[in-house]
C-alpha cells in the first residue's frame, strides 16, 4: 500500500460552542461580553460603538431638574422655539381657540413638531369617529321618540307634529328645536317638547281662538270645504272621536262639534 493510500487524512478541530474560550479567563467573566453569543455578535458590537464615537450625547435629566433642565433636552431633542412653528393639521371640527391652545400644550409638554403632528393626526381620527357615532346616537334617538310618539298619537301624528311646528312659528321661534341640551340631543327630538307644543296648540284651538283673544281673529277663516274636511278627518273610523276611552276623545268631539258650528253659521 502506497504511502498516499496509507495516510489517514486528519479531521478539522470542531469550533468550539464557547467562542470565549480563546480569551484569557479575567476577559470571559466581563459582565459586558455577557450578552454577546457569538463572534459574529461580538463584531455587530464592536462596530455599533465605532459608529457611537463622536455622536453627541444626550444627558436625561435626574429627579431634582429643574424645568430649564428638561427645556435643554427637548429644544436638543427637535422642540420648536415657539408654539406657533408648530406645523399640523387638526380635524374640521378644531376652531383657531383649540387649535393654539393645542399648540401651546404641545410646546409646554416639549413635543417635537413631529411628535406633535403625530398627535394632531391621532386627535382627528378620533374626533372623526366620535362626531360619527354622536350622530348616529342622535339618529337612533330621534328615531325612538318618533316611534314613541307615533304609538302615542296613532293616525293623528302627522297632524300633532304640524301643530307642533305652528307654534313655534306663531311664537317666532323656530329655531328653539335646534338648541342642544346637556345630554347632546336636540330640544325638538326631547318628547316632552313636543307634546308641549301639541297641548299648546290644543289649548289655542280650543280656548284661545272662541275667546277670540290676540292672534287668531287675524287669520283668515277656513272655507266649508276646508272645515268640512277637518271634520271628516277627525271624525274618521279608527280616531279618537269614537273612542270614548281615549284620552284625547273629549277635545275632538269638542273640535268636532266647534267645526260644525262654524260650518253652519251657528
Do not use: C
Not at 374640521?92 to 417635537?112: I, V, Y
Not at 338648541?179 to 327630538?189: E, H, K
Not at 271624525?235 to 284620552?247: D, I, L, Q, R
Amino acid at each position: 500500500m502506497s504511502e498516499e493510500q496509507g495516510a489517514v487524512s486528519a479531521e478539522p478541530a470542531a469550533p468550539s460552542d464557547d467562542w470565549k474560550s480563546g480569551l484569557p479567563i479575567e476577559m470571559q467573566s466581563d459582565p459586558s461580553l455577557q450578552h454577546i453569543g457569538s463572534v459574529e455578535g461580538m463584531a455587530k458590537s464592536f462596530i455599533n460603538a465605532q459608529k457611537m464615537v463622536g455622536a453627541e450625547k444626550l444627558a436625561v435629566p435626574g429627579n431634582w431638574a429643574t424645568d430649564e433642565d428638561w427645556d435643554l433636552v427637548y429644544n436638543k431633542l427637535g422642540r420648536p422655539a415657539e408654539s406657533s412653528e408648530y406645523e399640523f393639521e387638526l380635524g374640521e371640527d378644531a376652531n383657531e381657540e383649540f387649535t393654539d391652545w393645542f399648540r401651546d400644550a404641545a410646546h409646554k409638554s416639549g413635543l417635537s413638531n413631529r411628535q406633535a403632528a403625530q398627535l394632531a393626526e391621532a386627535y382627528s381620527e378620533f374626533s372623526g369617529s366620535a362626531l360619527q357615532q354622536s350622530e348616529t346616537q342622535l339618529e337612533q334617538h330621534r328615531e325612538a321618540v318618533e316611534t314613541e310618539l307615533r304609538q302615542e298619537y296613532g293616525g293623528q301624528f302627522q297632524e300633532k307634529m304640524d301643530a307642533a311646528n305652528e307654534m313655534l312659528k306663531e311664537f317666532d321661534a323656530p329655531d328653539l328645536t335646534d338648541m342642544r341640551m346637556a345630554d347632546g340631543t336636540l330640544l325638538g327630538d326631547n318628547p316632552e317638547m313636543v307634546r308641549l307644543m301639541v297641548k299648546l296648540s290644543d289649548y289655542i284651538t280650543k280656548e284661545v281662538s272662541e275667546d277670540g283673544l290676540a292672534g287668531r281673529n287675524s287669520r283668515p277663516s277656513l272655507s266649508d270645504s276646508d272645515l268640512q274636511s277637518r271634520i271628516s278627518t277627525l271624525t274618521a273610523k279608527n280616531t279618537p272621536y269614537w273612542e270614548k276611552m281615549h284620552p284625547d276623545h273629549e277635545r275632538v268631539v269638542s273640535e268636532v262639534l266647534r267645526l260644525r258650528e262654524q260650518l253652519h253659521g251657528e
